[in-house]
């Protein structure tokens, strides 16, 4: 059985930074991409960041670009999302998410590309 769990969010004031983990049980980590999504409040899940399998490629969503920084630990069967600078814009519940997939490199941008999600973990940023 295939769990994904969320943690490290919380209350940050702008400027400030989180860090979120993204633990994986269940599944062969090293096969897997993964990627994080967000959902604020009355908007759609949207694509923030994901890391191939081997963990050379990344990708992100331009909002974050610069600040924001995905990686993997597959010793650990655990991704993370380094967030800096943060805005208020960027308080939404964070989700991870996993598939398995055959190419080293690939990233996977969208939701649809995905099987497995976790719970979520909710973030706040202050003004």
């Known amino acids: 059985q295939v769990q994904l769990v969320e943690s490290g969010g919380g209350l940050v004031q702008a400027g400030g930074s989180l860090t979120l983990s993204c633990a994986a049980s269940?599944?062969?980590?090293?096969?897997?991409?993964i990627g994080w999504f967000r959902r604020a409040p009355g908007k759609e899940r949207q694509f923030v960041a994901a890391?191939?399998?081997?963990?050379?490629?990344?990708g992100y969503q331009d909002s974050v670009k610069g600040r924001f920084t995905i990686a993997r630990d597959n010793a650990k069967n655990t991704v993370y999302l380094q967030m800096n600078t943060l805005k208020p814009e960027d308080k939404a519940l964070y989700y991870c998410?996993?598939?398995?997939?055959?190419?080293?490199?690939?990233?996977?941008?969208?939701?649809?590309?995905?099987?497995?999600w976790g719970q979520g973990i909710q973030v706040t940023v202050s003004s």
């Open positions: 269940g599944l062969g980590f090293i096969n897997y991409a």
């Open positions: 998410a996993a598939d398995n997939e055959l190419r080293r490199s690939a990233v996977r941008t969208t939701s649809a590309q995905y099987t497995y």
């Open positions: 890391v191939s399998r081997s963990g050379d490629m990344t």
